[in-house]
Structures are given as C-alpha cells and as structure tokens.
C-alpha cells in the first residue's frame, strides 16, 4: 500500500525480499485497509485471491451457496444463449429451404451476428506467473468471512481489521506452512 501511494505501479516478477523466501498476503474481505500484492508484481494479470482454507475444512456454508448460486446463473444463461441460436439456426434454415430469393441483406446481417456470437472466445484458464517473491506461489489469500458479516460489510470493516489475531483458520494456515517442509 505504501509503494503505490508513492507512484509505484509495479514491483516486477524478479522482486524478493533477501531474508523471508516465503511470503503471504492474508486478508479480510471487508478489512478497509488490505491490500493486494499480486497485481504488484504482476499487474497484467487480475486474479481473484485464494480462498482461505476453514479450520474445519470445506467453505463455509453461505459461501457455497453463493458460489453455487453463480455457477447455476452462468449455466442457466448459457443453456438459454445456445437454445436460442439453434432455434434461430433452425429457423433461419428453414426459411431458406422454403425461399426462392436469394439471400437477402437481413439475412447476411443475422449470419454474421450468429457466427460472432459463435466464435466469440472462451475465457482463459488460471494459470500465471506469481514472481519470485514467494517462491513462484500464491500470495494473496483471502479469508472467508462468518455467514453474519456477510450481511452488512459496512458494520463489520473495523472488526476485520483486527480478527487476524484471533482467526483459527490464519493460524491453521501458517502452521500448515511452517511445517510443510
């Protein structure tokens, strides 16, 4: 936070800190003063942070249920997009089997707009360069906030700025990775 209110956009992928080979950058959702690292070190890239793991393990409840609430919305939209060009193909077809004009002007334009439609690309995978700072690793992890703060992000940005120190899964976490090796 201090280096880009000092103007600097980028620290570069060949950045490192000469004494701590691993480096995390753990935060609250609603914390008002967390910051990312990754688009530091790698601006051309926008990733979502990691998701803390919960000391219990899985996510928590709501959390899933948003997630899979946004997974069946993308489904659900992409199901109606590909039904809708194929009645359009189907009808499109069938109305040129049935015609005995050549392709009119309407005609070129709808072709044109359903193969954009169809060509369009698909989003890229998740796979990009993190830098040295962390040994080639994640560095922003973010921790799952509790089901009543989700209510109100507002009211609880002063209190997330202080659960780090009482947070089972930032402990779990830091002790996962001390003694990883």
């Not at 753990?26 to 008002?32: K, L, M, R």
């Not at 919305?73 to 997009?81: K, Y």
């Not at 962390?134 to 202080?162: C, T």
Request: hydrophobic share 40%; proline share 7%.
């Amino acid at each position: 936070m201090f280096l880009t209110v000092r103007g600097v956009d980028e620290i570069g992928l060949d950045f490192q800190f000469p004494t701590c080979p691993r480096f995390f950058n753990i935060f609250h959702p609603f914390d008002p003063v967390a910051f990312r690292i990754e688009p530091l070190v790698n601006p051309s890239v926008m990733s979502d942070p990691v998701l803390m793991p919960h000391h219990k393990g899985r996510k928590r409840m709501h959390i899933e249920l948003r997630e899979n609430l946004t997974r069946l919305g993308t489904n659900l939209r992409q199901t109606l997009i590909e039904s809708a060009l194929k009645t359009w193909e189907s009808i499109n077809e069938f109305a040129r089997a049935h015609s005995t004009q050549g392709p009119d002007e309407q005609d070129t334009v709808v072709e044109a707009a359903t193969e954009a439609i169809e060509s369009s690309p698909s989003p890229p995978a998740e796979v990009f360069k993190v830098g040295r700072l962390n040994s080639g690793q994640r560095i922003d992890y973010v921790l799952q906030e509790k089901p009543i703060e989700s209510l109100n992000e507002y009211l609880f940005a002063l209190s997330s700025h202080v659960c780090y120190w009482v947070s089972e899964d930032t402990a779990l976490f830091m002790l996962k990775e001390i003694y990883r090796d």
